[in-house]
């Protein structure tokens, strides 16, 4: 990999329920203040800012990143936002990545917000424009039910039932319950308990399903040269991928998410990572909805295909299993504020490698992880391969 070795030095996250009082901007400002705390670092360290944050509609706000941009500490410093989804938030720490990758930067401070609760009446209210106006929207679909399509390819082609899918769910909320900032956790879930909530567009439950959410997250990214001053635990960015697929859901199979492995293998290149089930000893993938998590760990290769719902059930993806995955609660049990979301991701990646996240703390003090998300129309693949 060219350019200055970087790494993530600092992190902070808020908690993740609806908030009434606070602004996004005063989520944004806890969340960089709490990053910046954790390595001794001000603001004037800090040489540039990188924003992630969905659709403007969710903070019910026009041109979000100018807005939100003195509460993430950007004043008087050169400033990015990218959105790409539920994506945004892995590909916010890919941009702080390249900042400061380049040589451009010495310090950057990636922060990541979603006040959903702000969307007014509902956040699928936004999402309904989403669609082409020609060829789709006159079916008017919702989200809702294009993942219920997605989901039934899924089971569909491997055989699978509600149960199969089910665990994942059990499992994030009962790993939440161990989380400061989770919103649902619960720690005597129950596969029945995921099975007897209401139907939602089927075969997609509200069990499934991830909350609405209000919530920041925040990352310090540093030089070589600056991280090793700043602290005797960094946690190196090994590798940094991303693939766009097509925005036509009815021209893909919805049963396997090709992006996401075009993405991971671009990552896994850069970091040098040739057997992921071997080398990769933590994950945090993207699951917005229980089976997704089981989608993505497929096209992260972390499992051939069709064979990650057997791994759930095997007990391989539990915090103390083979291979932990969202050992953290993920966005099942923590929250989905949608870019924030994913830059927890990284986050948990972040504190698991440093082995300081506490009662969530995955035995064995694993070496490298990865968090990945996914976003837009099903078609956007955002991976970062960590390492210590």
């Known amino acids: 990999m060219n350019g200055n070795r970087v790494a993530v030095i600092g992190a902070g996250m808020t908690k993740f329920v609806r908030r009434a009082q606070e602004t996004?901007?005063?989520?944004?400002?806890?969340?960089?203040h709490l990053a910046l705390a954790s390595c001794e670092m001000t603001l004037d360290d800090v040489d540039a800012v990188v924003i992630g944050t969905a659709p403007d509609a969710f903070d019910g706000v026009h041109m979000k990143s100018e807005y939100l941009s003195d509460g993430c500490g950007a004043w008087g410093k050169p400033v990015m936002r990218g959105y790409v989804g539920g994506g945004t938030g892995v590909f916010a720490a890919i941009q702080g990545w390249y900042h400061v990758a380049s040589g451009l930067f010495d310090t950057v401070l990636v922060v990541c917000e979603e006040k959903m609760s702000s969307c007014q009446p509902h956040p699928q209210g936004a999402f309904l424009t989403i669609f082409d106006h020609t060829t789709e929207r006159p079916l008017k679909p919702n989200l809702l039910w294009i993942f219920a399509l997605e989901?039934?390819?899924?089971?569909n082609r491997y055989g699978l039932d509600k149960r199969d899918i089910a665990t994942v769910a059990v499992k994030n909320k009962r790993n939440a319950a161990d989380h400061p900032a989770a919103l649902l956790g619960d720690p005597d879930i129950t596969v029945d308990d995921i099975l007897n909530t209401e139907v939602m567009a089927w075969?997609?439950?509200r069990g499934d399903v991830s909350p609405?959410?209000?919530?920041?997250v925040a990352l310090v990214m540093s030089a070589n040269h600056v991280a090793r001053r700043a602290t005797p635990k960094?946690?190196?960015?090994?590798?940094v991928g991303w693939n766009l697929d097509t925005a036509y859901w009815t021209n893909r199979d919805l049963s396997y998410p090709v992006y996401v492995e075009e993405a991971a293998r671009m990552a896994y290149k850069m970091a040098g990572v040739t057997e992921p089930?071997?080398?990769i000893h933590i994950a945090e993938p993207y699951d917005p909805f229980d089976y997704k998590e089981l989608h993505h760990l497929e096209g992260l290769m972390l499992f051939d295909k069709g064979e990650a719902p057997r791994a759930a059930a095997d007990g391989v993806t539990q915090r103390d299993g083979d291979l932990p995955v969202c050992p953290s609660g993920g966005l099942l049990g923590v929250g989905?504020?949608?870019a924030a979301a994913g830059l927890m991701k990284v986050a948990?990646?972040?504190?698991?490698?440093?082995?300081?996240a506490g009662p969530r703390q995955v035995p064995g003090n694993p070496k490298r992880g990865l968090a990945q998300a996914w976003g837009d129309l099903m078609q956007v693949g955002t991976v970062i391969v960590m390492g210590v």
């Open 234 to 239: 960094p946690v190196w960015v090994e590798g």
């Open 277 to 279: 089930r071997k080398q």
């Open 24 to 32: 996004a901007k005063e989520l944004a400002w806890e969340a960089a």
């Open 212 to 216: 609405i959410s209000d919530g920041a």
């Open 348 to 356: 948990e990646i972040f504190w698991q490698l440093r082995g300081e």
């Open 336 to 338: 989905n504020p949608i």
């Open 203 to 205: 075969p997609v439950q």
């Open 151 to 155: 989901m039934n390819a899924y089971m």
